[in-house]
């Protein structure tokens, strides 16, 4: 480094956040705080809790293994020794945000950091949202501006777009939640589903990730469709026979498949149309309303889907490619990685749980299979306008077509991600990639007239 008097950038990691992604953002946050050059950089942990609240996380609590168990602690806030979230706890939440740190606002960002590096997935954090608030502050953010974040987490809107710019994209049928509802006959549907876009088909929520509402449905099993859609839209149904037929551990399970937001609906929830904030107010109203009636209790979340997707599910082998953006703005697409997962659907826990799936990086193929594949990672990063790094996934068939299904516009960043193993493929390690990410994140924003860029950029430069 040629200047000792470098006075190292101040990195504000967001990580966590108000989606059912909040755990991996949180964990992938423990990385890029790991990795972080420290000559050139200084980290500054900030937590956005499930209320949308910025904390500045105290650093021992960065390597708990989970949020629930720190914040709110299991300790303090539990049902039936369940753990909670903080959205489920009907007192202050003062007390625990003050445990774990110090609550700032969005207009004091610069007193604490000059840039924000985004690990946030999900709504509120790879939509645009947080992007728009920081762009409103004049605050400079890795990754791509609000646009693409915006189109690149819709993907009912994705493959309108991709049919229009003459992608291959598989038959859907887009079905809306007010549709599902009113609708009386759901064999109907299903055997209407069938003849648009064939078996097997897969159902998908419409603005999640990590496989995150994901079904794979084989058959014409009424009640396995039903299930599929409701976990597509998040919905929950209780029958009166089940309830009645539950024993204390089995209400247990109930409710922590219910309460964890990755696997069940979360909390607050909609029942008969009121929010219920807590799983004691659920069980309360569950053992009421049966002691008077036998009809079925519907449950939808509050962040429930308003529409979902239906795909003919693609045969194929599965790939997801970073694209990295050049100094030049040209986008370069890193060697594609393959998952083989067997007989196995790549869903939350065969994303996120060590030794569920196997990957290969780069994708073995031939030499011209693999450029196609590159080549359509970068038309469609160029599509849809993305900056700085994203990740693309999709399908290469056996008649050797590329099949692109989800651009995300922030990729996951936990150590065995797809980001930092392809990077490794061209000689970067984790360190050098996020200095990469930073400056050029930078660069991007200076260009768009953030007035902070330009000096914190040459700052950077001056580092090396």
């Known amino acids: 480094m040629h200047n000792s008097l470098f006075k190292p950038i101040r990195v504000g990691i967001f990580s966590g956040g108000q989606s059912r992604e909040r ?57 039936w020794g369940i753990p909670l979230y903080i ?9 625990f945000s003050e445990k774990i ?74 079905l809306t939640q007010k549709e599902w509802l009113h609708r009386a006959d759901k064999s109907k549907l299903l055997d209407q589903i069938i003849a648009t876009i064939g078996l097997p088909f897969v159902v998908k929520s419409s603005r999640q990730g990590s496989s995150i509402g994901v079904t794979v449905v084989q058959d014409t099993i009424l009640p396995a469709f039903i299930a599929a859609i409701h976990k597509a839209f998040f919905i929950e149904t209780l029958s009166y026979d089940s309830w009645k037929s539950y024993t204390p ?41 049966f002691q008077k009636r036998q ?24 790939f997801s490619c970073i694209v990295l953006e050049a100094e030049n703005g040209h ?10 997962k067997g007989e196995r659907h790549f869903d939350y826990k065969a994303k996120y749980l060590p030794g569920m799936v196997r990957k290969q990086t780069p994708m073995e193929v031939s030499a011209p299979l693999l450029d196609a594949i590159r080549k359509e990672a970068t038309a469609l990063f160029q599509l849809l306008g993305c900056q700085v790094y994203a990740r693309i996934d999709g399908f290469l068939t056996k008649d050797n077509q590329v099949i692109l299904n989800d651009p ?47 000096p914190l950029l040459k700052r950077l430069e001056a580092s090396f």
């Open 23 to 79: 755990e991996i953002s949180f964990a992938g946050g423990r990385t890029v705080y790991d990795h972080l050059d420290r000559k050139r950089f200084e980290p500054v942990p900030v937590f956005v809790d499930s209320l949308g609240n910025f904390i500045l996380l105290h650093t021992q609590y960065l390597y708990q293994g989970t949020i629930r168990e720190f914040y709110p602690s299991a300790a303090n806030a539990n049902f």
């Open 87 to 95: 959205e489920s706890l009907p007192e202050s939440h003062e007390p």
């Open 331 to 340: 986008p370069i697409a890193l060697p594609p990685t393959e998952i083989l």
């Open 249 to 289: 551990a089995d209400k247990k399970n109930w409710f922590n498949s219910l309460i964890d937001v990755r696997e069940g609906i979360g909390f607050p929830l909609l029942v008969a149309d009121q929010i219920c904030h807590t799983p004691h107010a659920l069980l309360d109203y569950i053992e009421l309303y």
């Open 408 to 454: 995300n516009t922030t990729a996951g960043m936990n150590p065995a991600s797809f980001l930092f193993d392809q990077a490794a493929e061209i000689g970067l390690h984790p360190t050098q990639l996020l200095t990469f990410i930073i400056k050029r994140s930078l660069e991007v924003r200076k260009d768009k007239g953030y007035l902070t860029a330009g």
């Open 101 to 174: 740190g110090h609550k700032i606002e969005p207009a004091a960002f610069s007193k604490y950091f000059d840039i924000a590096f985004l690990c946030l997935h999900g709504p509120y954090g790879e939509d645009g949202t947080i992007q728009g608030l920081l762009a409103w502050y004049q605050m400079p953010y890795t990754g791509s501006n609000l646009l693409p974040a915006a189109l690149g987490i819709d993907k009912i809107f994705q493959q309108k777009l991709l049919q229009k710019a003459g992608f291959v994209v598989p038959p859907s049928f887009v």
């Open 295 to 318: 009809d079925p209790i519907l449950l939808k979340s509050a962040q429930a889907e308003d529409a979902i997707i239906i795909e003919a599910f693609i045969e194929g082998r599965e």
